[in-house]
């Protein structure tokens, strides 16, 4: 049985460390925002290649955050738009509608399962203050391109970067330093994932790091004191500890990632199963390995027999999502394919040769 993701099997690695750092927690006492948070966030930062890390609860409030901070500046106002591609996962969209924004969604392209450039270039709305670049499934987003626009424009740009950790671009930057402001998620099932919810964000601006510092602490500076109508998501001191004990593992981990990423690109070959552009040089860290096929139940339920599990990302487009009709009835036709034909086949560091030998069969031996 070759599960999707064996998290498990990714943590035990850590479990001596792991337990070592919960011993420390116990003896300093510090429960909320705490040495281990200050300790992630400057690795991070430097990890990154930023100037300021601020820990926060999850990657959703990571984002948020951002654009609350952006208004409390004076860069963003209520109702200002905000472009998000339409193939993307549904917190993104989300972020922007809580912060008091308006999302405009922009189609997505087949082979890069991100935003349509010439639809960007044809834009010409003067209400459009930001673009919010999804690094989806672990693939930089076309960053050279979006920030020339958004130079142009005058646009913020914020990255979604909580599937990216660790990927580069060819100057070396990585995720996280590649526009104004990043919001990253270490949810368990990233490339660095903690024990539970966690995110941070990163910039170099210090004005928004300290707005976010306070707003993810009710908005107050000092104890009792509010400079800001806040929040409460503050990064939990045991997951930072976590986290810090993972991190220097992570550019091995990716790395193991994309070896195993072209061994599928050389090895899979089925006429009926479409592979992801191949990407190998750090640009992407294959968070996830997405196929398409037109006969995704069938693909699904052949790997399913053979113990080999998947799972789908996503099934449905944010614009689709019962909870978000606001976004109106613009069709996406692009990214509606992409949902309808994606499926994410078992990718992580601690796969075995033997299992990747086992998907690469499986995926081979399928006829619809
Ligand atoms: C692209 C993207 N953005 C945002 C988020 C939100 O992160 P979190 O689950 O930590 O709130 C996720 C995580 O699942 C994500 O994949």
């Keep these: 049985m070759i599960p999707y993701l064996d998290l498990h099997k990714i943590n035990d690695r850590h479990r001596a460390d792991f337990e070592s750092a919960f011993k420390v927690f116990m003896d300093r006492g510090q429960n909320i925002l705490g040495e281990a948070v200050t300790d992630f966030e400057s690795q991070f930062a430097q990890y990154c290649g930023v100037k300021f890390c601020v820990g926060v609860g999850n990657g959703l409030d990571a984002l948020r955050l951002i654009f609350e901070a952006y208004k409390v500046i004076g860069k963003l106002k209520p109702g200002d738009k905000v472009l998000v591609c339409a193939h ?3 917190a993104t969209v989300l972020s922007v509608k809580q912060a008091g924004l308006t999302p405009v969604l922009i189609d997505a392209t087949e082979d890069t399962f991100n935003f349509d450039l010439k639809a960007l270039n044809e834009l010409n709305d003067p209400d459009i203050k930001a673009i919010l670049p999804t690094h989806l499934y672990g693939a930089l987003a076309p960053m050279n391109e979006i ?3 958004a130079n142009t424009r005058n646009w913020l740009v914020i990255e979604d970067a909580a599937q990216a950790h660790g990927a580069k671009n060819q100057h070396n930057s990585r995720a996280g330093h590649l526009g ?5 998620s270490f949810y368990p099932t990233k490339n660095l994932g903690a024990l539970g919810d966690a995110g941070a964000v990163t910039t170099d601006d210090a004005q928004l790091a300290e707005v976010i510092r306070c707003l993810r602490n009710y908005g107050s500076q000092q104890r009792y004191y509010n400079k800001f109508s806040g929040f409460n998501s503050r990064l939990d001191e045991l997951q930072a500890a976590f986290l810090t004990i993972k991190l220097p593992q992570l ?3 990716n790395a193991r990632r994309v070896h195993i990423a072209m061994r599928y690109d050389a090895e899979i070959i ?3 199963i479409r592979l992801p552009l191949g990407r190998y040089h750090g640009d992407h860290v294959y968070h996830l390995y997405v196929v398409r096929t037109g006969y995704r139940e069938k693909l699904e339920r052949h790997l399913q027999r053979q113990g080999i599990g998947t799972l789908i990302h996503y099934p ?11 976004l109106g009835l613009e069709r996406h036709p692009i990214a509606e394919l992409l949902h309808d034909t994606v499926l994410s086949i ?3 560091p601690v796969l075995t040769k033997e299992e990747v030998d086992q998907v690469i069969a499986g995926l081979n031996s399928f006829t619809p």
């Design 346 to 348: 078992p990718m992580s």
């Design 147 to 149: 920030s020339a626009l």
């Design 88 to 90: 993307t996962y549904v």
């Design 316 to 326: 449905v487009p944010p614009h689709k999502q019962e909870g978000l009709t606001e």
């Design 180 to 184: 104004d402001a990043a919001g990253f």
């Design 270 to 272: 089925n006429p009926h």
């Design 251 to 253: 550019d091995q981990d």
